[in-house]
Structure formats: C-alpha cells, structure tokens
C-alpha cells in the first residue's frame, strides 16, 4: 500500500504520525523546505529567533508540530520543495529542484492548507500592497517587515494577529481597519464562548494594539490605496466619514479561502458551505471524500484552524487505515469528531463576528482590476454577464478572467461575487472555477524524468 500525504502543515504532519504509529510509512509532500504549515511557518536554520518571539502563544504548539516533522524525516518518504502540480490516474505530478517527477498512490490524504480571500480595491496592485499570510511570511520566514509604516486592512481574526505579531518585532503600525462593525462582534460572543481560550487570545491581541496606540477602526471600509511608484496612503470610510492615512505599505484580506484546486483534479464532488462562502469538496465526518482512497484534512477542505486541522488529519489518517483492515481506536475516533463538532460551533459564531461585506461587489467601480494576470476590470466581467454569461467558467472563457498564472486562485472568489451580483442571482449558482493543472506555474526548462 502506498499513502502520500500533500502537505506538511498541522493536518498533513499528524496524519503522518498517525500512520507511521499504526505501521504504514507515508510519503509525506511538501512545497515549503520546511516543514510547519503557514500558521506554523518555520524560519531558515540560520536564523535564531526563539519559538515565542515567532509564535507567541502559540510557541508549545508549534514546537511540538516541528519536532514530529523532524523525526518523521528520518523515518519515512519526506519531500520538502516538492510542489504537486498534477493528480491523475493514481499518480501525483511533482516538481523538485528543477525536475518534474512523479509520485503513485493508492491512497492519498490531502492537506493542501488556505489562502487569503482578497477583495480588490483600486490600487491593490501597487508595490506596497500584500495579502496578510504573505505579510507574515516575509515577518516569520525572512524576518523583515513589508515597509517602514503598515496599514492592516479587512477582516477576519488573521488581521488582528498579523497586525499584533508585526507591532509586538518592533514595526511601526499605523493602522487596523476591520471592516466588520463592532455590534457583530458583540452577537458573535455566547457562540464565541464556547472556545474561551481561543477567544481570550483574540480579545489579548485587540487589546494589546489599542494599549500600545495603534488605532483600531471597526466598521472602516477601505475604498482605494494611493500612490504613484508604490503605496503612499490608503483611503477609507467609517460610515460615512472620508479618510485617508499616510502609509508606505497595505497588508489586507477578507479572512481565508481553502485550496481546493487538487481535490478538484482528483475527481472529488463539491458542495456549497454557505459558512465559508465557497464550494468545497464533499468529505464525511472521518474526512473521506467521494473518490476511493481520496481523504481531507485541514483548512483545504474548509476553514476550521490549526487545531482542527490536527485532528482532522488524526482522523483522515484512522480513516484510512481502517478501511485498509487495520485495527484503530474508535473511542479516539468518536473523541476526534465530538472536538471538531464544538470547533465547527465556534466557526459560525467567527463568520458572525467577522461578516463577508456584502455590498463589496455592487461597490466595486467598473475599472477595478479584478484578474491582475489578465488585466480583467470588473466593468468587463459586468459586460460579459449583460451579454447573458451568468456561469462562471462561460465568463472565463469570455474575457479570460481566472485563465492567468495564479488558475482563479487570487480573483476567482472576487470574479463570483461580481457576477452574482450583475446576474441577480444566488453566489452558490454561478458555479466555480474548475481546476486545471498546473495547479501552480511551472518554469520553462523543467527537465522531466524519465
């Protein structure tokens, strides 16, 4: 039998110890060259920076994800820098140093992780301008801030720990700009409740901003981010009162999207989550999918965090190894499945505190640059969906939108919301963007094995 895990965040490390305990060496994939996942993201060997300056209060964790990757290296098939490009007929396509190769499977557990929803603004496409997981990674990985005076904008509690972890290495943050309204956040509390330490660490990092001076804006729409050769200053509105903040750099998002793109290819059917505002593959509460020997952990399947995603891919992993015959603890199964049923409580009480903007798409001026690949403005979406395209792949394949490097990654929840908007119909029935390999580029000169 051979298993290989994509990934090497929470969810796809703790499937891989969970097999390795029951007998079965995985091979464990991964495109970062070190294992840790985004919320877990390891700094080069040569830097020095200790676990709690990193991860704050989450240094235990962490330490303990790094510390079952490096034994697992020794003991199974790990990849680092190993992108999976491609899934077909029981066979991942991968690229590694320059070579494209290839990885059979009979069984795979996928745990492909998230990425920032991004809601476009004019002037997003400025130098200046990051989403906030790249915000943190050039903080974590390279150790250096994004610019010398940095505005938080969107929403979603990843703005508020990004904010705090660049404020607390010393940056100067001018801002945070949330544009969920302080009464949201207020009904959001009994659900909230339910994972109070979880909850107590959010209110700490809101708190520690506004102790140390750095203006907190609820309810602040931004409206455009200005400049001529990079960001000088964004603009924004807080009802209906005009602002604008001078500042070199913009890190923004609207929450997290999951990568989806690979579950895609492996033929697994969707679903709408009106909770995630997004489709997402179908799984079961052990995380199989639709398609034999295709199983889902972590936020890839939908967003839940890092905790959830340990145990999804806990449980992923038993999943696996008892339709293989092999003998699991159902007790710690049932345990695994009641925990992430309290955190799937708590994720609708988040969406509440942290709304989508609605009106972001009917806002949205028609020379907005929707697809930054392409060059796609809003305005030649709307005139595509006029024209009577309303399904989302007739709309790419009309003005290109999605058709770039990033395959809809980047503009693909953007280039929905407008066309739903225009259409007058529902989100959820302007279809998706299906997924095409490459999921990610490919260089030029690959050299392919044989």
Not at 58 to 68: D, F, L, P, T, V
Not at 79 to 90: D, F, H, K, S, Y
Not at 132 to 154: N, P, W
Not at 396 to 416: F, Y
Request: one cysteine or more.
């Amino acid at each position: 039998m051979s298993v290989v895990i994509v990934g090497a965040g929470p969810a796809g490390i703790r499937a891989a110890q969970t097999l390795l305990a029951h007998g079965v060496k995985p091979c464990l994939v991964d495109e970062a060259p070190r294992g840790g996942g985004q919320i877990y993201r390891r700094q080069p060997e040569n830097f020095r920076r200790s676990a709690q300056q990193l991860y704050g209060f989450e240094a235990s964790k962490a330490e303990s994800i790094h510390r079952a990757v490096d034994e697992l290296a020794t003991q199974i098939d790990y990849r680092p820098e190993t992108l999976v490009w491609n899934a077909e007929n029981a066979r991942l396509d991968t690229l590694s140093n320059g070579r494209c190769g290839v990885v059979d499977y009979s069984r795979v557990i996928v745990a492909t992780g998230a990425t920032d929803r991004i809601l476009p603004v004019p002037g997003w496409t400025l130098p200046g301008v990051y989403s906030l997981g790249a915000a943190q990674i050039a903080l974590k990985y390279q150790g250096c801030a994004i610019g010398e005076r940095v505005a938080f904008c969107g929403s979603g509690p990843l703005l508020y720990l990004v904010a705090y972890q660049y404020a607390k290495a010393g940056a100067k943050v001018v801002a945070v700009l949330d544009s969920a309204p302080f009464t949201a956040q207020c009904r959001a509390l009994p659900a909230l409740l339910g994972q109070p330490g979880t909850l107590a660490k959010g209110m700490y990092y809101r708190s520690w901003l506004t102790a140390h001076g750095i203006p907190v804006h609820q309810g602040a729409t931004l409206e455009r981010i200005d400049g001529e050769q990079r960001v000088s200053a964004v603009a924004w509105r807080q009802r209906q009162h005009q602002q604008r903040l001078e500042c070199d750099a913009v890190a923004f998002a609207h929450a997290l999207r999951s990568e989806t793109q690979l579950a895609d290819l492996l033929s697994c059917e969707f679903h709408w989550s009106e909770l995630n505002r997004a489709w997402l593959p179908l799984r079961d509460s052990a995380g199989r999918s639709t398609v034999e020997g295709v199983y889902l952990a972590g936020d890839g399947a939908g967003i839940m965090g890092a905790d959830a995603a340990e145990m999804t891919g806990e449980r992923a992993a038993l999943a696996l190894l008892e339709d293989c015959g092999h003998p699991v603890d159902s007790a710690r199964s049932k345990y695994l499945e009641q925990k992430l049923v309290a955190i799937e409580r708590f994720r609708h009480g988040l969406e509440t505190a942290f709304p989508f903007p609605a009106d972001w798409a009917a806002q949205a001026p028609d020379e907005l640059i929707i697809c930054r690949c392409e060059e796609v403005s809003a305005g030649e979406v709307r005139t595509v969906v006029d024209e009577g395209h309303w399904e989302l792949n007739r709309v790419k394949a009309q003005c290109r939108v999605g058709m770039g490097r990033c395959q809809g990654r980047m503009c693909g929840a953007a280039a929905a919301e407008i066309v739903a908007q225009r259409s007058g119909r529902a989100l959820a029935s302007v279809g998706r963007l299906r997924g095409q390999a490459p999921i990610k580029p490919l260089p030029f000169g690959v050299e392919v094995e044989s």
